[in-house]
């Protein structure tokens, strides 16, 4: 069983759609994460979701939104894609603060 | 900000030899953590380090906290061609940084 599951695995989208990436995940934390990795392989968070509250939310652009149904899934809402948007995004979870596992990523390219 | 920075960004060794990165960070922690990123794949957790200790072992890996540098490294002893990756560290908050790719040559 993959404990942090994120779909689709790869998305090719033209500029101006909106996408949505999912994830869940089976290990019973309490808190996920999504980050965005661009080709110079920085890791920069994104969202933090503790008990389906967001308790991270570094500077994105207000075209990403999180939507956390309940605490295994916190997917990820992307409208009016720009050509800057393009990059691996990850899925994390971890309990509390401990050891984080991650999703296999989602490689965005936005054409 | 409680990113961790890691530091080199690059380094190349020989299969046999030790790899040693450093990783920075600016706030006080509760602890800090090496995670490992092969290409193309997800992070996969290494080892935790809490603030109240100075060094842990794990393996071939070594990671040293010096909290009053607000800093840590971590030896790769006797790398192998397989330990070629991107290696991260992270605070409290798991917000990272660029990483050190290591590439072990054969």
């Known amino acids: 069983d993959t404990a942090v599951s994120q779909t689709p695995k790869y998305l090719v989208t033209q500029m101006g759609n909106d996408k949505s990436i999912k994830c869940e995940q089976n290990?019973?934390?309490?808190?996920m994460y999504w980050y965005k990795q661009d080709s110079k392989k920085f890791l920069k968070i994104m969202f933090s979701y503790n008990n389906k509250e967001l308790i991270i939310n570094e500077t994105v652009p207000n075209r990403f939104s999180p939507k956390s149904p309940d605490k295994a899934h916190l997917n990820l809402h992307i409208n009016s894609l720009e050509l800057g948007d393009s990059a691996v995004y990850f899925c994390a979870s971890s309990y509390r603060q401990g050891e984080a596992f991650f999703g296999q990523g989602t490689r965005l390219t936005v054409v | 900000s409680q990113q961790g920075e890691e530091d080199p960004q690059a380094l190349s060794i020989q299969e046999g030899e030790n790899a040693t990165m450093n990783c920075s960070y600016k706030?006080?922690?509760?602890?800090l953590q090496w995670y490992r990123q092969n290409s193309g794949r997800g992070l996969v957790h290494l080892i935790l380090i809490r603030s109240n200790e100075r060094e842990k072992h794990s393996g071939r890996l070594r990671v040293t906290l010096d909290t009053s540098k607000k800093s840590s490294s971590l030896l790769i002893t006797a790398s192998r061609a397989a330990d070629t990756a991107s290696y991260f560290c992270a605070t409290d908050k798991l917000s990272f940084g660029a990483g050190t790719t290591v590439t072990v040559r054969a």
């Open positions: 706030t006080s922690i509760n602890n």
């Open positions: 290990l019973g934390h309490d808190t």
